[in-house]
């Protein structure tokens, strides 16, 4: 059974990055077929992707955040992360990584607990 | 630019059937997946592929995705279904990214 779980700061100042990393057990994050992802819900809202990293270092992010996001993967310790540059309010949110599936429409069927990240002074 | 449309909220009494529908251009097309997430959880996916489900997942939960429409039907509805229910596709169009619907929350009265 595959599990993630997120870890990083949860409070981050205004106009800094918020750093979180994903670490998965249970399966392997070098395994073909996967799109490791970064998804976040701002509190009583929906969800939003953010963007993934496959193939060890292709990424894809969501359009309006593509300036200030960078995932990276570190196979050797099983764990991808998220930097978001230039956090803003707007930016606080539960954060959670997750497993995408190739060839389903991009299903997720692997999730972490979620991280609450605030951004405030 | 494409998006995913579903009902605010949903009531269905025990034991009933609850539907959920989620609407985009010509989602027929696409693959429609639906996660399920209570109160103060991560979500959980309960269909893929339009029509299928992860293994773990009752059979009372179903899904079909056709023109402009996808909709998930939860048959025999429990009180442990209630939860927010949200679908998801990928937008193929020049955005090139994942859609979330906005969710609909079921309550079984």
């Known amino acids: 059974q595959v599990q993630l779980q997120e870890s990083g700061p949860g409070l981050v100042k205004p106009s800094q990055t918020l750093s979180l990393t994903c670490t998965v057990s249970g399966g392997s994050i070098s395994s073909g077929g996967y799109f490791w992802s970064w998804i976040r819900q701002h509190p009583g809202k929906g969800l939003e992707w953010i963007g993934y990293?496959?193939?060890?270092?292709?990424?894809h992010f969501h359009p309006s955040l593509r300036s200030r996001i960078i995932i990276s993967v570190d196979t050797s310790k099983t764990q991808f992360s998220l930097n978001l540059g230039s956090v803003t309010a707007a930016d606080t949110a539960v954060y959670y990584c997750a497993r995408g599936v190739a060839g389903t429409g991009d299903s997720f069927d692997f999730w972490g607990q979620g991280t609450l990240v605030t951004v405030s002074s | 630019s494409f998006e995913l449309t579903q009902p605010p909220s949903v009531s269905v009494s025990p034991g009933q059937t609850a539907s959920i529908t989620c609407s985009g251009e010509k989602l027929g097309d696409k693959y429609v997946s639906w996660y399920q997430q209570k109160s103060g959880q991560s979500p959980v996916l309960v269909i893929y592929q339009d029509t299928k489900r992860p293994s773990g997942i009752p059979e009372r939960f179903l899904g079909s995705n056709s023109g402009n429409t996808a909709t998930l039907t939860i048959g025999g509805t429990q009180a442990m279904d209630e939860a927010d229910y949200y679908c998801q596709a990928w937008d193929s169009t020049a955005a090139s990214r994942v859609v979330f619907g906005g969710g609909t929350k079921l309550t079984v009265l």
């Open positions: 990293i496959y193939n060890g270092g292709t990424t």
